[in-house]
């Protein structure tokens, strides 16, 4: 059984991972119709990524006979212009995401949930490689962004993104 305050945080990080969706979505609409499709193949995979987040919670809700309460979803407020300001906002995006993990890392330990503070190492794991992703690509951009070739070939090996299924 999960308690109240477990349950509606982790509820929250539902809305919040499905609004991570909706967000990466958003950016690779942006670099579809810029014709970077690399990029735009990049921030999609990422979007799939997002939405098993979400969905790993909703069973781990439901396997601890909890009631999962689906939020409605925040349109992504933001208008984009270059490659590294939109890998800017996605890395500032990973930050806060990081930080809402750790507050139920805490707060699942403050209420002695061991199943949710074992549960929710995975994604504290997760959140190292998301921060570390956006980053790399922030500081490739800045590096060579303004070089068309270089920022070429950013795209193409972008664009060899595949998705694969998360490993828990
Ligand atoms: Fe699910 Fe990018 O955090």
Redesign the pocket.
Known sequence: MINEQIENILNEQINK?FY?AYLYLAMSAFFNESGFFGLANWTKV?AR??ID?GMIIFDHILERNGDVMLKEINAPDVEFTTPLEVFTLAYE??KT?TASIDEIAKDSQDECDFATRNFINWYIK??IE?EAQTLDIVNRLKLFGDDKAALYHIDAELGLRVYEPPAL
Do not use: D, G, R, Y
């Open positions: 991972e991570s990422q990524e997002e987040h995006h990973e995401v997760e959140q998301e």
